[in-house]
């Protein structure tokens, strides 16, 4: 364009690619390239050689086509076969890890599920051969009649009843009541400690009671689940010759006991199906989860407080509706 002559001298010399200009009549001007050149092509692949044909020089210096040739095209097929296998390889290594891990994510409830499944079978096992266990002990002692045998069956078959009580609580969705009544919960609360009473003097454990009349508009059956399970529990964790206070007064029930306790990190905990804070005695791990339901079911505020080996304190408000 400044109308200086063109200088080969000074054109650039590539190691990777060779190039040639040519004239309007297809005439090198100058060329690295031997090989004669088919400018009806825009490229083409000849002797393991890449020919690309350029128009675009439109005859400025007298260039009408600029060729470039790159040579060894097998190697370099090679090398970019390489090259895409190896990548291939990597992204399916990549997505086989990213695979595994999402389906170890969606498996993990189902996973989860199924070891709860069977420890419930186990513990559910283990809590009805007790009571069975000991009615048909009584059933086969030739002092049937005896008070102790009388006691001893009817905590057996109270065990039992409350036991298939709370499987239809949780399995049968019988808790769903839509007329709840205004009860008088100390009659109700009274006559449920008569079993307790029995229960905690088999294990030498001191229950006392101090109820007022307290009225509050509930199922009576999800009423006595509620208590019963929360007295039930205060019994199990219990040692012997412990103590267990039951307290309801100012629309509050309190329920105390001085048994091994809950660890701080595990209280959030408690509430939840399947979960058991402690091995150390049997049990379905559905209890709480059922006092928890209720409570939510009748807007009943509930609190505990825990210390391990010193005790724990149940909590429930019962507001006026």
Do not use: W
């Amino acid at each position: 364009m400044k109308n200086i002559p063109l200088e080969f001298a000074s054109l650039p010399i590539s190691k990777k690619l060779k190039f040639g200009l040519y004239s309007y009549e297809q005439k090198p001007i100058y060329t690295q390239i031997k090989e004669k050149i088919d400018f009806s092509k825009q490229s083409y692949i000849a002797n393991n050689s890449l020919f690309y044909i350029d128009h675009g020089a439109a005859g400025h210096l007298g260039v009408s086509y600029v060729v470039v040739k790159k040579s060894n095209l097998k190697s370099k097929s090679k090398i970019l076969l390489k090259n895409i296998i190896l990548t291939a390889l990597f992204a399916y290594l990549i997505i086989a890890l990213i695979g595994y891990y999402l389906a170890k994510l969606f498996i993990y409830p189902i996973q989860s599920q199924r070891e709860k499944l069977n420890i419930f079978i186990k513990n559910a096992t283990h809590e009805l051969n007790t009571p069975v266990s000991a009615l048909l002990l009584c059933v086969n002692l030739n002092n049937f009649f005896t008070q102790n045998n009388k006691n001893l069956i009817k905590i057996s078959a109270k065990k039992i009843s409350n036991l298939y009580k709370d499987l239809s609580y949780i399995t049968l969705e019988k808790h769903k009541n839509e007329n709840p009544k205004n009860l008088e919960l100390s009659n109700i609360l009274q006559k449920e400690l008569h079993y307790h009473t029995i229960l905690a003097q088999k294990k030498k454990i001191n229950l006392t009671s101090t109820l007022e009349e307290t009225f509050f508009k509930i199922d009576e059956e999800d009423f006595i689940r509620l208590t019963n399970n929360l007295i039930t529990n205060a019994i199990k964790y219990t040692k012997r010759y412990g103590h267990i206070k039951i307290i309801l007064k100012n629309h509050s029930l309190y329920i105390e006991d001085d048994g091994i306790g809950i660890d701080k990190d595990k209280l959030d905990k408690i509430f939840k199906r399947y979960y058991r804070a402690t091995d150390e005695v049997g049990g379905f791990g559905i209890g709480l989860d059922i006092v928890y339901s209720i409570c939510k079911t009748y807007k009943i505020e509930i609190n505990v407080n825990s210390k391990r080996d010193e005790g724990t304190l149940f909590v429930l408000n019962f507001f006026r509706s």
